[in-house]
């Protein structure tokens, strides 16, 4: 069925064989299940999960679709690369990303821009020559705000990621995420000059009174403005709407005009998040002396799910929505368990070398990132760890569910192995029906 139940159903199919939830309620419960079967510690799941039980088998050949760290030297290795922006031209009441206010010295901005541009060239090298048979299959810019950096260091980041890419190797997706206020035609131009292919933009809402109330710079106006010249130049299919409900004071009938103004752009995804409180953020400490309402309306997320399905923007992941073939190819990675490269301030990336899964955390401050990549080769980062067998099961569960197509047993076991298979076959059997 597609319908959207309060009540954990999981489908089990043969060849390949899968397993879907269906419940943000309940997916916390069976996770945590799922891992005491498993005999695999760990801590207790706080996110809300949820995905739309699927009839679909999907159509993509499994070697294809499923890009794992767990890939055997000397075979190809799939990975996503995300580059990281940190700077913002204002610091949203919501945020606690690593994010920095953008000097308004036009001086220091151009040699912020000069050296972050040498610095992400030097870590794309100093992360990526030992990585072998490497193929990239797609480049995500994230931040802070990177429509903010010049689309002259983007296409020079890009074309430098090139060069690591097999012979062969092509239809890489690049997404760079964007505020509507710096989305001018000319920009837009610009960044699609630059290689990128898909745009992502923050509009949160298209509510006057709510963007004021999460701290965002442009208005009602200007958020359809940039939808409509992002649509223009890259095509409705390669964008998408951000969107946030659950903000407060926010009514149904407010976030329902705010999705009929995003449908009616036809645009190829859209992505919904709940607004959530967290630490080191205004809204956090507003809510923490009594001065800010939040209070969970989960009616506002069954309301979209169905609001957007017969637009043909199906949910296929917890916050994501697409037409068929539009999803979003770098997030599916990271929940399809996939490897991953970070590159930039405060940047995470999770891959594998040499039979050994790394997690790898690049230093946070913008000028000590600069430093540590150009001065000292990059080998002072954050933090670096070897992720263990049992994390990467915790891990690859927590990821799959968030899906609507669920957890692959045969894609599990060619990564985990028949022993665990079988321990999470036994650990799922209640939760199976036909």
Known sequence: THTHTQIMLLHFRDSPRWVSSASPRTTSKLFNTTMRRLRVNTPSLTTKYSTTCCD????????????????????????????????????????????????KDAVVLGQTHAQMEKAFIASVHQQLHHIPHLQIQSIYWGGGTPTLAPPRLIEGVNKELQRFQMTGSHNVEVSIEGNPQDLTHNHLVDLKHAGVTRLSIGVQSFDDGLLQLLGRRHSATEAQCAVERACDVFGADNVSIDLMYGIARQSLDEWDRDLETALSFGVGHMSLYELTLKKNTKFFALWKHGRLEHDPVPDLYFHAINKLSPFGLEQYEVSSFAKKGRECTHNLNYWRCGGYIGIGPGAVGRYCVADEHVEVEQLRKPKDWIASVLSRGGADVQSKQTVSKDELIVDHINTFLRLREGVCLTHWASVHGDESTALLEKALLPFMCD
Do not use: M, Q
């Open 56 to 103: 679909t088998t999907p159509n993509e050949n499994e070697s294809e679709k499923y890009n794992t760290t767990a890939t055997k030297t000397g075979k190809v290795k799939k990975v996503g690369v995300y580059l990281h922006w940190p700077y913002c031209r204002s610091i949203c009441h919501y945020c606690d990303f690593n994010k920095y206010s953008e000097s």
